[in-house]
């Protein structure tokens, strides 16, 4: 046992260490874990031949995953989706394996050899790129739903790969040579079974997962609930989907596909946010072990034996894939940014690469030397996956938010008022709207022309360009204005406007929207005259009626509600003091906690006062604050 907690804590302790610095960095939790297996694998050598065997457990994450996203899936909206399903998914998966059985020919390789390697590549990793996609909220993208729809058809076309590999069996190899060849038994209800039978078996597990999820999972979870034990229902969460993955696993499929069949079932029961909420932690944690068994599994001595082939074979397999899959997104009409993102994210190799290498190995199709080699290009290509990230995160979709802009030159501004309104999406158009009823002049400026566009179909004075940049403002009349509201939905800009507006033009109000209270300390720290938070006010509205649904008397709400607002605005200075000490942009130090737990407590008490019955004529009417 003691063997066993030190390797844990070692996996664990590489995962808490690298994980959160690369997060801090922009870097992504994927790379981090990635990271850390090669510090604790090959730098280190603190993990060994266990790897492999943890890989394998940790590859259950992926079924968790693919349950989870189930979940989330509308069948008519997948439906919906079929020719991107099937035509893109389809044409990328047998483009992709004819390129990579193409390359594999010219390097002398046996055409089933060739076809197998094909196969291989043809597949991108399931694991890194939706965990990703969801960190980086692209998942809902048009982008991010053609990454999914592929992946999906990839998930589903590994079943027949499976079965297409044994036929491609070469006389000369000898089954079982090799380290990746060693077979592990397990139990199987289609072996020897004539094709008839084999089809009948694989539909009625399919039939069983789709019946049981929709007639027997309630029943099932309602006895479980009435224990009343939280454990329990964990346990039953995980029962299911372990009992879906080796149903489908004796049936020769695929559990990650079984696992999402099951999910899309689920996703309209009454328990699926208890489901959600119990699976999420284990996927999290298998996935992130996954992505370190990937690291720690890079074999460093075959890599610097053959760096110049490795190295070769990965930027080809990511070059070739990307290529495909540019030309597929152009076919599909997946143009811009979201074109980069579908080809980006799908321009590696998969995890299901390694399980389609042992296989061939096992089944005399891949010799043993060169699936060690391709083993590494595949690890190697996932490694690289979050870099290519970072390159549409940090390259790609800011060049493609300036072209869709920057196209037009900034419209001349042959109007002046009173008021400037610098961004008009839904928070600012509110503002315009209120001001143009009180028949207010107002000036209003967007550097995204589907904004502006909005605007003047309401007959609203706007203009198209960038408020940050200083000759726009000025020619909009900032030097006569007598207000600037500050609402773009940018946060580094919307402090370069204001600290600009502030320094050249101390005259003008300044008002600014935050998104939250760090860069509400950063707008005040700019010169804004005054902050709202965007959330603050219809989260106080919602809370009041929080209040009176759990039968709080409305009068006694908005008396608590108020002083919820006295206490804050009694307050927000000092905590603006204790922010600019520790000068850590969004970042809160100990003094801030300390101080933000005092006021919470004063807060309490405020909230605890005998109001008494309060009268509707005692209700106090709340205005905002006079600014001094």
Request: aromatic fraction near 10%; charge should be neutral; hydrophobic fraction near 50%.
């Amino acid at each position: 046992m003691t063997t066993y907690f030190i390797q844990a804590f070692i996996y664990l302790l590489a995962a808490v260490v690298a994980v959160p610095l690369a997060k801090r960095y922009g870097l992504g939790s994927v790379l981090g874990y990635l990271v850390a297996g090669v510090a604790i694998g090959p730098v280190m050598g603190l993990v060994g031949q266990e790897t492999s065997t943890i890989q394998h457990f940790a590859e259950f994450g992926v079924v968790m995953m693919l349950f989870l996203i189930g979940m989330e899936i509308d069948p008519k909206r997948l439906w919906a989706r079929k020719v991107h399903l099937l035509g893109l998914g389809g044409l990328q998966v047998t483009l992709t394996a004819a390129a990579g059985m193409t390359v594999a020919t010219w390097f002398g390789l046996q055409w089933q050899t060739a076809l197998a390697v094909g196969l291989i590549f043809a597949l991108s990793s399931t694991a890194i790129v939706l965990q990703t996609l969801e960190e980086k909220g692209l998942a809902k993208t048009e982008g991010g739903r053609n990454t999914f729809s592929v992946l999906l058809f990839q998930d589903i076309a590994v079943i027949p790969m499976l079965a297409l590999i044994p036929l491609l069996a070469l006389p000369g190899l000898k089954a079982g040579s090799g380290p990746a060849a060693s077979p592990e038994s397990g139990l199987s209800l289609v072996d020897g079974l004539p094709g008839w039978a084999h089809a009948l078996v694989v539909v009625g597990a399919v039939a069983a997962v789709i019946v049981g999820g929709y007639y027997l999972s309630r029943p099932l979870f309602r006895y479980v609930v009435q224990s009343r034990l939280r454990e329990i229902f964990t346990a039953t969460a995980l029962m299911l989907v372990i009992g879906i993955a080796a149903l489908m696993s004796v049936v020769n499929l695929s559990p990650a596909l079984g696992a999402f069949l099951a999910g899309v079932v689920l996703g309209n029961s009454e328990f699926r946010h208890e489901l959600k909420a119990s699976i999420e932690p284990f996927k999290g944690l298998l996935l992130g072990l996954f992505f370190i068994t990937v690291g720690a599994g890079i074999d460093f001595g075959v890599l610097v034996a053959e760096w110049g082939i490795v190295a070769g074979l990965v930027l080809a397999v990511i070059v070739i894939k990307a290529l495909i899959l540019l030309i597929l997104a152009l076919i599909f009409r997946n143009r811009g940014s979201n074109g980069w993102l579908f080809t980006l994210g799908l321009a590696q190799a998969g995890e299901f690469g390694f399980v389609l290498l042992a296989y061939g190995v096992q089944s005399s199709v891949i010799p043993a030397d060169i699936a060690q080699i391709l083993s590494l290009v595949v690890a190697l290509s996932m490694f690289l996956t979050p870099l290519l990230f970072i390159v549409y995160d940090r390259v790609v979709l800011p060049r493609y938010r300036r072209s869709t802009n920057d196209e037009r030159e900034a419209d001349t501004i042959d109007e002046q008022a009173p008021v400037i309104v610098a961004g008009v999406g839904r928070f600012g158009q509110v503002i315009c709207r209120l001001l143009r009823a009180n028949d207010i002049p107002v000036v209003a400026l967007d550097h995204e022309f589907e904004q502006i566009e909005n605007l003047r179909k309401i007959n609203i004075k706007s203009f198209f360009g960038d408020a940050s940049r200083p000759g726009l403002l000025e020619t909009a009349g900032i030097g006569q204005a007598r207000l600037l509201v500050v609402a773009i939905n940018d946060r580094e800009r919307a402090v370069e406007i204001v600290k600009h507006a502030k320094k050249f033009f101390p005259g003008v109000w300044v008002l600014a929207r935050a998104f939250d209270r760090g860069h509400g300390y950063q707008l005040r720290q700019a010169g804004a005259d005054d902050v709202i938070s965007e959330t603050y006010h219809s989260a106080l509205e919602l809370g009041g009626h929080a209040l009176t649904a759990i039968g709080v008397h409305p009068m006694r709400a908005r008396q608590m509600t108020w002083a919820f607002v006295d206490n804050e605005q009694a307050h927000k200075d000092q905590l603006f003091e204790a922010w600019k000490e520790i000068e850590e942009g969004i970042n809160f130090g100990p003094r801030y906690g300390e101080l933000f737990m005092k006021l919470e407590e004063a807060l309490s008490s405020a909230m605890h006062r005998d109001w008494g019955e309060p009268k509707p004529e005692d209700v106090p009417v709340w205005t905002p604050p006079e600014h001094h």
